[in-house]
């Protein structure tokens, strides 16, 4: 059974720093464009970062570049997303996903995704 497990949120206050691990299991990880989304109450579920299965190409929202900094380990099987500067609005559930040999150039599309984690919870206050 393919796993994804986010770990790394929690309570933070503006200006501070997170960074997101999302280790996966039962996954040939180095073949997965890895994508991490966030998703605030009566919103939909958007794109933050993306990172390719090959060459480490990254995508990055807007909202979040020169913020945050999504990278992989592929030796561990996992995924990071190092957030600086955190804002307000960063409040949201982030889950991380896994797409087999995804175009990063499609990496904002949620079905492009096979497997997704169950999230977890970032607050920022002000």
């Known amino acids: 059974q393919v796993q994804l497990v986010e770990s790394g949120g929690g309570l933070v206050q503006a200006g501070d720093s997170l960074r997101l691990s999302c280790a996966t299991s039962?996954?040939?990880?180095?073949?997965?464009?890895m994508g991490w989304f966030r998703q605030a109450p009566g919103k939909e579920r958007d794109l933050v970062a993306a990172?390719?299965?090959?060459?480490?190409?990254?995508y990055y929202t807007e909202s979040v570049e020169g913020r945050f900094t999504i990278s992989r380990d592929n030796a561990r099987n996992t995924v990071y997303l190092q957030m600086n500067s955190l804002k307000p609005e960063d409040t949201a559930v982030y889950y991380c996903?896994?797409?087999?040999?995804?175009?990063?150039?499609?990496?904002?599309?949620?079905?492009?995704?096979?497997?997704w984690g169950q999230g977890t919870q970032v607050t920022v206050s002000s």
């Open positions: 990172i390719g299965w090959i060459g480490g190409s990254t």
């Open positions: 996903a896994a797409a087999f040999r995804g175009l990063l150039l499609n990496a904002k599309t949620p079905s492009l995704y096979n497997y």
């Open positions: 039962r996954l040939t990880f180095s073949s997965y464009t």
